[in-house]
Structure formats: structure tokens, C-alpha cells
């Protein structure tokens, strides 16, 4: 498989999880309104996350990873965006300004009329808000956060005129105790690996129980690129699902202790 193939199917991994709407209303839940329950996921609707945009006179795309539309009955309309990263970049900035503005450029989209004219539409206008996620655990964030740190240049006389625009980062591994405490769907399995792994580069599973376990096991695999949950994705016919991470791991070992055990029953036969 191509390298950009094998990059799309990693990112189509990452964002299974996060595409449940109890878990994207629990990771804006957590992050923007401190784990105060005001966004329900039935409140929630799926965004088009792909946009068009023009460069060198040719067409191109750009996807975010996962965007939501949330109805409140507080405000008409909002809408949120996610995006995850294992490693930082200076050109996130860039990205999600794009991102951004192609959710607000969607909004003044000319509409027809009954008569098939076009003519400016009167629907509402929302705000658009994006996390970026990241889950690098050996080190912090280093990167640009700000337009302004991610220009090569931007001469003084220029500034006042340049509009900056800044990134709404979320470091997981660096969430304290009260944070996690906050996220309430799978994606505090998720968090709470990362927690451990940055505080003592060892993960002891939780009991926890799992209501998406697949999409968990696979975002754990791309994420953390630890083999274990790849091998936990892989459920034999008739075996039920396990119901958190301890019961995850435990097959995993016990299932690798079995095919040990096998191996060396047929390598004694064979030496006879």
C-alpha cells in the first residue's frame, strides 16, 4: 500500500471514535464548558467536513477529521470541528484557519429561489469552533499555535493589519486528574492511557466498561501504535466483546501465551 494510502487509512481510523456523538459531545463537554453537560448528542447532526478550495489554477480538497453541527435551544446553531495529531506541525494554524473559513464561507452561500434565481440566503449564522487534539506524550506541544508564530516573516509596519488567529489546543497526556474526570464517554479510556504513559511510561488498564469497543481498540491501535490493541481487534466467531481494558489485555496475553505454548509443542515434535 502507498504511503498516502496507508496515511488516509490511518486518519479514517482515528476518527471512528470520535465520530460517536456521545463522544464528541463529551470531548466539547470537557474542553470548552469545563464537564458541564450542555452538549447532548442527540443535539447533534453530522457537518460536511470536506471543503474546495483554488491553488495554481487547479481545484483542491481539504478534510477536516470530525465536524458536528450542534441545535441548541439556547442558541439556533454552532459548529464544532475536531482535529487530531501525534506529532506537532507549524502549519496548524494554517490548516485550521482554512478549515474555519470554509465553514463560514459556506454559510453566505447564494441559495435559488422558486423561480430558480439566485439570491443571497437568509439562513442564520453560526460560530465554528475547532480542538485540535494532541496526543504526543513525551514531549509538550512545540510548535506554532498563532498565525503570527507561524509566518516566516511579518514586518512591524504590517502587524496591525495582518489578523491573527490562534489554535484551541488540547494536550491529553497533560490533562490533570480533575480534567479526565470531566470526560465521561470512551474517550476518557482513551485520555487515560495517554495520562499514564506521559506520568510513568506504563499503562495499567482500567475496569472501566467500554460501549464502543471496536472503535476503541482501533483508535487505540492507530494512536498508540502498541501491537496489543491491534492483536484485541482481531475477535474470534462466537467470542464476546470484552467489556473494558483489562479484559482486552488479558486476552491478548492469554491468547499469545496459548499460541507460545503451541509454538513450542510443535517445535519439540519437529526436533523428534
Known sequence: MAEKDVRNAKDAVEK??????????????????????????????????????????????????????????????????????TEPEDDMPFRIMGYDGAAYRDQIYPEKDKKGRWRKNRNPRYPVVTLLLYFGYEKHWDKALTLYEALTELPEELRPYVNDYKVNLIEVAWLTDEQLDMLQSDFWIVADYFVQMRKTRNYIPSKRTIVHVQDVLQTMAVLTGDRRFEEAIDQKKGEEEPKNM??????????????????FKNSLITSQ
Open 246 to 263: 483489562c479484559e482486552v489485555l488479558d486476552r491478548v496475553e492469554n491468547r499469545r501465551d496459548r499460541e507460545g505454548h503451541a509454538e
Open 16 to 85: 471512528t471514535l470520535e465520530e460517536n456523538n456521545d463522544v464528541f459531545g463529551d470531548i466539547v463537554n470537557a474542553f470548552i464548558y469545563s464537564g458541564r453537560r450542555k452538549v447532548a448528542a442527540e443535539a447533534l447532526e453530522q457537518a460536511v467536513s470536506r471543503s474546495v478550495y483554488r491553488a495554481d489554477r487547479k481545484l483542491r480538497t481539504q478534510e477536516r477529521d470530525v465536524a458536528k453541527y450542534w441545535r441548541s435551544t439556547e442558541f439556533r446553531i454552532a459548529m464544532f470541528g475536531l482535529e487530531n495529531q
